[in-house]
């Protein structure tokens, strides 16, 4: 069973075709890498796998299970830390969390211990009685990926994990889906730094115009010494892309 | 069903109007305080009674309802287009939560915020010793079903509104105006013959007939009328908000 499977997805907003009849699959325990420029289908694409988004044509599973007609199990296996702080400000983080874990059916104690793991894995035990407004870009960062983990999904998305991070904390927070992935997280993650892709992800696509034009394991794909800066720019750039 | 899910988002609303009490619950609390004070016990005393009931406890019924339409509205209408203005929706969409349990913890939560400040306002009334009780099954049978109308109003305002100057249009152009020509300061059978049809074309009259009926025994209305109006906005506006949640119209893109 594929972690994550999608199937001649097409996403249209009004006339304007974000995503073209694209298709790929990832595999459980993958650190899977989506690349493209702003506006080339990446945010859609998961937005769709979450459900934020509606599909206009095409099946998105998730460890079989269909996002639309199942999208009650479906949600339950995808935790999503989004590019935009999408989060009430007023909320202190622990109550956020706790929200959050209510909303996944966690209740009692469970909750509670699930609630405090998060918070101590992402060092936030002294900013837990904060409200999220009152917390530095990092720490909001930090915030947005405890809350994804929270509920233990089975497929962890990455919408621009790092952006507007120090490079400490960036370093930081590699280190935690590192060790996420090493645990048996399947991973996906969109990031504008190719190097923490190049870094990071086992199998990288590469998404232009809502077309996937490159798709492969990054040692396929770096096959002849080159950086994935290169590949990326000579693939988005040639007006001839061809589309897979 | 996800039960610990529904029971969490209520809660969570819940919680969200009580972080603002001074705005939802002390502002109708006082504004209901002084329309008493004005038109029960300063003009109230010069009007003296209608249809054998002092002044002042035949308007409580009528301020009290005002509030509770007004309160279940804001809570409903302005929780759902915050989390639509601050995207914290996605939060919600991309949970586990069945369209129907989305609906249905908005509404608990505009419910619960019409029953508390109906309720406060009643205390209110206790001490001008305004309140007559009649039918107390009555009287909360309409504080919850009239809440769960204009709760499931504000959620279908909170989905159309763009803005929130168009948040606040259907408050400002028809609830206060339908609310104050419903008979909340008289009894229609004041007005002239006319107005008194008319009125009968306004639905909140029927909402603030009925808890007159059960706080004072009076009514103006055939209650089972009223009872029927009532039921029948719950059901086609639950079933267009449900529809509307499960196409996602707004929320999703």
Known sequence: MHALEVKNFTKRYGKNL???????TVEPGEFFGLLGPNGAGKSTTIHAITGIARTSGGMIKVFGTDVESDYRDA???VGL???EFNIDI????????TFVAGFYGMHGVERKKRVEEVIKRFGLEKHADKRFKELSGGLKRRVMLARALVHKPQLLILDEPTAGVDVELRHELWKHLQELNKEGMTIILTSHYLEEVELLCSRIAIINHGKIVKIGSKKDLLKDGKHLEELYLSITQSEDAAPL | MNWIGL?????KDIKRFFRVAIQTLLTPWISATLFIFIF????GQRVGTI????????????ILMMNVIMSAFSQSSSSLYMHRFTRSIEEILIAPLAHFEMVFGYLSGAVFRGVVVGLGILIVGLTFGAVQMQHVFVFLVYLVAVSAVFGLLGLLVALWANSFEQLTILNTFLITPLSFLGGVFNSISMLPGNLQTIARFNPFFYFIDGIRYSMTGFHDAD???GGLIIAGLFVILFYLVYYLFKIGWRIRV
């Not at chain 1, 974000?18 to 790929?24: E, G, L, R």
């Not at chain 1, 007023?90 to 969390?97: A, G, H």
């Not at chain 2, 029971?7 to 809660?11: A, E, G, L, S």
């Open chain 1, 18 to 24: 974000a995503v073209d009849d694209i298709s790929f």
């Open chain 1, 75 to 77: 949600r339950r296996k």
């Open chain 1, 81 to 83: 830390s989004p590019q």
């Open chain 1, 90 to 97: 007023f909320e202190k983080v622990r109550d956020t969390l």
């Open chain 2, 7 to 11: 029971q969490t988002f209520i809660w």
């Open chain 2, 40 to 43: 029960g016990a300063v003009i």
């Open chain 2, 51 to 62: 249809e054998g009931i002092p002044y002042i406890t035949f308007v409580l019924p009528g």
């Open chain 2, 223 to 225: 209650l089972l009328t």
